[in-house]
């Protein structure tokens, strides 16, 4: 079964621009969530879809917006870039309903890398 | 709001060393923790602990939890310097305590294994 797979790998960014990144999930899966890592504060929730509804969303400013299509792939979108937005921005994937609890633990991607200057 | 706090922050050991990672935890609505290894980019799954006492077990890491307590140890016997990576603890959250989505992360343990 494939992985998690993000696109693009690595981006580079200016100030002010605006950008969209893409999560496409284990077939199968029906959760996608998005997560934040620098080094300052470590991984950080930034939302969670399933069946193309926000389930829950975390503690990030207005810019960090997401969305999920009807084959479960994900994205998201970080508008009016800032230099502290530099970060590996994560994508998950779960399949919950129905499935027990022992069987549902988040499988990551490789991440994008986003550099803003 | 969650919180968990992972100890040490890092660790630097030689191959062939045992070493036991700590993780606490403070919940609103506990349902399990989780363990990930991340070495270069994906944090992978370990573990999921959610009943006390139950050692999981996977070759030489093994996990257990005490829900008294509300921590967890990693324990890694026979060090190999693949096992060089950050080790994340996290607990689920979100809607009811039921979205496996939304997990809360520990800053994370930076184990170094040299030859």
């Known amino acids: 079964k494939a992985g998690v797979t993000q696109t693009p790998r690595y981006l580079i960014k200016t100030r002010g621009q605006q950008v969209t990144l893409s999560c496409s999930p284990i077939?199968?899966?029906?959760?996608v969530s998005w997560y934040q890592q620098t080094p300052g504060q470590g991984l950080q929730f930034l939302f969670e879809?399933?069946?193309?509804?926000?389930?829950n969303k975390g503690n990030f400013p207005g810019r960090f917006s997401g969305r999920q299509f009807s084959n479960s792939r994900s994205e998201m979108n970080v508008s009016t870039l800032e230099l502290g937005d530099s970060a590996l921005y994560l994508c998950?994937?779960?399949?919950?309903?129905?499935?027990?609890?022992?069987?549902?633990?988040?499988?990551f991607g490789n991440g994008t890398r986003l550099t803003v200057t | 709001e969650d919180k968990v706090v992972q100890s040490p922050l890092s660790l630097v050991v030689h191959e062939g060393d045992t070493v036991t990672l700590n993780c606490s935890y403070e919940?609103?609505?506990?349902?399990?923790l989780l363990w990930y290894k991340q070495e270069k980019k994906a944090p992978t799954f370990l573990f999921m602990l959610?009943?006390?006492?139950i050692e999981k077990k996977s070759g030489r890491l093994s996990s257990i939890l005490d829900k008294k307590e509300l921590f967890s140890i990693l324990n890694i016997t026979a060090t190999q310097t693949g096992d060089s990576a950050i080790y994340l603890c996290?607990?689920?959250?979100?809607?009811?305590?039921?979205?496996?989505?939304?997990?809360?992360f520990g800053q994370g343990t930076i184990l170094t294994v040299h030859p």
């Open positions: 998950a994937s779960s399949y919950q309903p129905g499935q027990s609890s022992y069987n549902s633990p988040l499988h």
């Open positions: 879809y399933f069946s193309e509804t926000q389930r």
């Open positions: 959610t009943s006390s006492g």
């Open positions: 996290a607990v689920p959250g979100g809607a009811g305590g039921t979205s496996y989505g939304k997990l809360t």
């Open positions: 077939s199968g899966h029906r959760s």
């Open positions: 919940v609103t609505n506990f349902r399990s």
